[in-house]
């Protein structure tokens, strides 16, 4: 299979690029600026911030949530989560500042607090499509990290994940969410509702092309819906009788027209070619052995088709074919 983009940063809806030093060095005006409360304040605390007067706590907020923007820019996560803790305690209405700190979260493996921070920023804004899409992304990942050890919380939480999806997508329609959304789909075996979702990716995409035909990235991300499509596809038909076996060759035959170099495309269109036409199932495995000639299961595919021949030589040749599977799936185990 096409290998899935795992970097959705880019929809962020973090601030931009601040054009000058976010911390200005700014001496506290003692005298005759601050009102008698403040300066008392001021005297009494040991604590920088509490002994900030209430006309520069903004400006500190404002300079603390620019730092913290700039470190998740600059990919140091935790720096980015210590100057947003600052900015939520003083000013917990920031959804901003939620989102940007439960994305830095999510980048260090931290889920569950990512999702506990983007439902912080989700139920301040309602309308935020990233706040709620990245919280189903941090339960996607979550759950990656959990289907071996909790393989039932893991389940859990991708039927979790699919929900937010479905929700953000209802607020504004994007072809990365429709994607997620159908990997969670495919996972938990709603292969249907994974087309649907994946026909909503392809032509929010094929849209976006039309506007910019050289953008190999769209490319790729039309290629993989294909690809994924056509799992779905083979899936549903259950068998070789199924006239949907056809329907799945054509959208494997589509991502290699964008993905001309997937060996995976070749390997899945084989394997649904096997229903069709074994001949050019064994041109397609063939071809990607040739593009990938390291991985066992497209050797061991080719000797289980070649062991049905009626020709002696062919048979002799599978049962080469599945012994150099064997082999090499033993030297990835290593």
């Not at 706590?57 to 140091?76: H, I, R």
């Not at 292969?191 to 649907?196: F, N, Q, T």
Request: contains cysteine; proline residues 4%; charged residues 30%.
């Amino acid at each position: 299979m096409l290998k899935v983009s795992s970097n959705y940063t880019s929809i962020l809806a973090t601030a931009s690029k601040p054009t000058s030093n976010p911390i200005r060095q700014k001496s506290l005006p003692f005298k005759g600026n601050i009102n008698k409360a403040d300066q008392d304040a001021f005297t009494r605390s040991t604590n920088p911030k509490e002994a900030l007067p209430k006309n520069l706590k903004a400006e500190y907020v404002k300079a603390l949530e620019q730092t913290g923007y700039s470190a998740f820019e600059q990919k140091d996560y935790k720096a980015c989560i210590a100057s947003l803790e600052e900015v939520v305690e003083i000013n917990p209405e920031s959804a901003k500042a939620w989102h940007a700190k439960a994305s830095a979260e999510k980048e260090l493996g931290l889920y569950e607090e990512a999702i506990q921070d983007y439902t912080r920023a989700f139920t301040l804004r309602p309308d935020s499509a990233n706040s709620i899409g990245l919280r189903g992304l941090s339960k996607t990942k979550y759950a990656q990290s959990l289907r071996k050890q909790d393989p039932e919380k893991a389940r859990e939480l991708y039927i979790s994940a699919i929900i937010d999806y479905s929700k953000s997508l209802e607020i504004k329609p994007n072809p990365d969410f429709y994607d997620l959304k159908a990997n969670a789909l495919m996972i938990t075996g709603r292969y249907e509702e994974a087309v649907k979702s994946l026909d909503e990716s392809i032509l929010l995409n094929e849209a976006e092309l039309e506007k910019q035909p050289d953008n190999k990235r769209l490319k790729v991300k039309l290629g993989d819906a294909h690809h994924k499509k056509g799992i779905c596809l083979y899936a549903i038909a259950g068998g070789p009788r199924s006239n949907v076996n056809i329907q799945a060759r054509d959208e494997f035959s589509k991502a290699i027209q964008y993905v001309p170099n997937s060996a995976n495309s070749y390997y899945e269109r084989a394997r649904v070619n096997r229903r069709i036409d074994i001949e050019e199932a064994k041109a397609d495995i063939e071809k990607a052995i040739e593009m990938a000639p390291k991985r066992a299961h497209y050797y061991r595919l080719l000797g289980d088709m070649l062991v049905m021949s009626d020709n002696e030589e062919e048979r002799q040749q599978g049962f080469d074919y599945i012994a150099t599977s064997i082999k090499l799936k033993q030297e990835e185990e290593q």
